[in-house]
């Protein structure tokens, strides 16, 4: 035989020779025992970490949520400082009321029948002048209250400021009352009107339960131990749940958050998916440091004199600002479970095939998934 011939054979040997694995039996208890602890290992692993813990045979998805609030309750104010008042909701809830937050006024520093004019500015260490030469004409100040005119005026019988153009007379707002003015509001109640969608499957809920009618919205009042599932909050109560004092935080105002937990496992009956509600205080109350406290801002009310001078009242507005904060994730079995174990896994697959067909003188794609949804899968298998 040639030396080519034989190189031939061998390369058709190598190319085309069946080979088969050999198995060899050890007996040996101590090489069995370390080769089962390890098979062991690896099954404790998969099943109780990666499916039991980490749920890794499910798919998940986020949710998506819009939110409305409608607030009521009524007050009435009578002190030294203002006129006697009837407080509603239109008074109170500044600015209306928006989609996922909301605001109730429980304290203000008011400053009625201001006017476009010129006044002395407050005392401070950048507006106590001696004479018009410490006062800067068309100067403004941000932390200030006008522009000033150039002219230094007096402001008391012991000091002197800078004139400015502005709203007067200027508001003071250092004397703010020490008890809440809307001390009733901690007896409004607000119902939340939350919807959510977890698209990928198709899942749609509310936090009015299927079973909730007008009249059990006329007294449910929500309780997390007798009423867990009602949507209406006493504002009291929130706070309450936060940790806070409602008297104490209503003086200075601040930032409450409304936690709604929509997570849920859809390996389970869906019927079982509730919200889960919670609160907590959300703007920073150092017990020391506690620069800048609570939350406020400022809006005036306008109006005309008989003779035509515009004037104002200006309110700066103390109170509460709830915000509602929705979240959540939802799993459900993994599509290759259901490929492998659902009665219907036939059906399954071929709408979730797309098979690619080519003509001669064109090619198409018939995608063999339509609207099918995951969910009625699991519900019908």
């Not at 190319?15 to 080769?35: C, Q, R």
């Not at 407080?87 to 909301?102: E, L, M």
């Not at 009015?208 to 006329?218: A, D, E, Q, R, T």
């Not at 959540?328 to 697959?349: E, H, I, N, Q």
Request: proline fraction near 6%; hydrophobic fraction near 35%; glycine fraction near 4%.
């Amino acid at each position: 035989m040639s030396k080519s011939a034989g190189c031939c054979k061998r390369f058709l040997h190598y190319a085309f020779d069946y080979e088969t694995p050999k198995t060899l039996v050890i007996p040996s208890l101590g090489v069995g025992f370390v080769f089962r602890f390890t098979q062991f290992l690896v099954v404790m692993y998969v099943v109780g970490y990666v499916c039991v813990v980490q749920k890794a045979y499910q798919d998940t998805d986020t949710v998506i949520s819009t939110v409305t609030t409608k607030v009521k309750g009524f007050a009435f104010t009578n002190t030294s400082d203002t006129e006697p008042r009837f407080w509603d909701v239109a008074d109170y809830i500044i600015p209306p009321q928006g989609d996922h937050s909301f605001f109730v006024l429980t304290n203000m520093v008011v400053t009625p029948k201001q006017v476009q004019s010129r006044c002395p500015e407050l005392p401070s260490p950048s507006t106590i002048c001696v004479d018009d030469c410490n006062c800067v004409e068309g100067h403004s100040d941000p932390r200030g209250n006008g522009i000033q005119t150039g002219l230094c005026e007096n402001y008391s019988t012991t000091a002197r400021t800078c004139e400015v153009l502005s709203w007067c007379p200027l508001e003071i707002d250092t004397k703010l009352p020490e008890h809440a003015l809307l001390a009733a509001a901690e007896n409004f109640t607000v119902l939340i009107k939350n919807s959510i969608t977890y698209p990928k499957f198709n899942f749609h809920r509310r936090n009015i339960l299927p079973h909730v009618n007008s009249s059990y919205l006329k007294r449910c009042e929500f309780s997390r131990l007798t009423d867990p599932h009602c949507p209406i909050f006493r504002l009291k109560d929130i706070v309450s749940e936060a940790g806070e004092d409602f008297q104490d935080m209503a003086v200075k105002g601040g930032i409450l958050g409304i936690l709604i937990d929509w997570s849920c496992d859809l390996d389970w009956w869906a019927g079982e998916c509730l919200p889960k509600y919670s609160f907590r205080r959300l703007d920073n109350k150092h017990p020391v440091n506690n620069v800048a406290p609570g939350y406020n801002f400022r809006f005036a009310k306008y109006y005309k004199t008989a003779d035509g001078e515009e004037t104002r009242t200006l309110i700066k507005a103390y109170g509460i600002r709830f915000d509602v904060i929705v979240f959540g994730t939802v799993p459900v079995v993994a599509d290759w479970f259901l490929v492998t174990c659902s009665r219907k896994r036939d059906l399954y697959s071929r709408h979730k095939t797309t098979h690619l067909t080519e003509d001669a003188d064109s090619a198409s794609v018939r995608d063999f998934s339509p609207s099918l949804s995951l969910m009625n899968l699991i519900s019908t298998d």
